[in-house]
């Protein structure tokens, strides 16, 4: 399994809610809906792909993610099918839902972070939030398969490509063209400090 191969294995779309606006990501994995679920709540698990989180993870209970400072509200916990947070990182206030669906072969995950259509998302895009919940998305890949075959210098491609499919996805939803690919430009820069 490798980095670069993981990309065209998710599908993209930039989504559109009243004032918000965010990203949507879906992809399959070879895991049932039980372990799958058990990688998305399990804080073991959760460190060895994701981040080391702490406090009640449980519907109502309030959470934070050791490494980003990121803390929520979990709204909605139903085994097994959905996951619904509130994302709260520093001042800014979004939702992130996590539904798991049959496939076949595996399990559907699809991940939809919303948030307001702000200054941040006029600069960069659904890139910026998108490559995180891509790179996410690999990880979680890697830690379901335990395998990894990731070449050097192969982070600053897939940031690159994955920028340009968000660009895409912007467009796709009736985004103008030249303006999503500053933006997954000026993304790009920030990622790899260009």
Do not use: K
């Not at 990182?89 to 939702?95: A, I, K, P, V």
């Not at 600069?123 to 998305?137: E, F, Q, R």
């Not at 490509?161 to 895409?168: D, F």
Request: glycine residues 8%.
């Amino acid at each position: 399994m490798n980095l670069l191969d993981q990309i065209p294995l998710v599908t993209r779309r930039v989504v559109r809610e009243g004032a918000g606006v965010g990203v949507e990501l879906s992809r399959t994995y070879p895991a049932s809906e039980a372990d799958l679920w058990d990688a998305l709540t399990d804080p073991a698990r959760l460190e060895n792909w994701f981040e080391t989180v702490s406090g009640a993870l449980s519907e109502g209970g309030r959470f934070r993610l050791t490494d980003s400072g990121v803390a929520g509200t979990i709204t909605t916990c139903t085994p097994e099918r959905l996951l619904r947070l509130t994302w709260e990182d520093n001042d800014n206030l979004s939702t992130v839902e996590v539904t798991l669906s049959p496939a076949d072969p595996g399990t559907r995950l699809t991940l939809t972070h919303l948030a307001p259509a702000d200054e941040h998302w006029a600069v960069y895009g659904p890139a910026a939030g998108g490559i995180g919940w891509d790179s996410s998305l690999v990880a979680l890949a890697f830690h379901m398969a335990m395998d990894t075959d990731t070449q050097e210098g192969e982070e600053e491609t897939f940031i690159r490509e994955v920028a340009h499919l968000w660009a895409q996805a912007l467009a796709n939803s009736g985004g103008d063209p030249a303006a999503a690919r500053a933006q997954a430009e000026r993304t790009i820069a920030f990622y790899l400090g260009e």
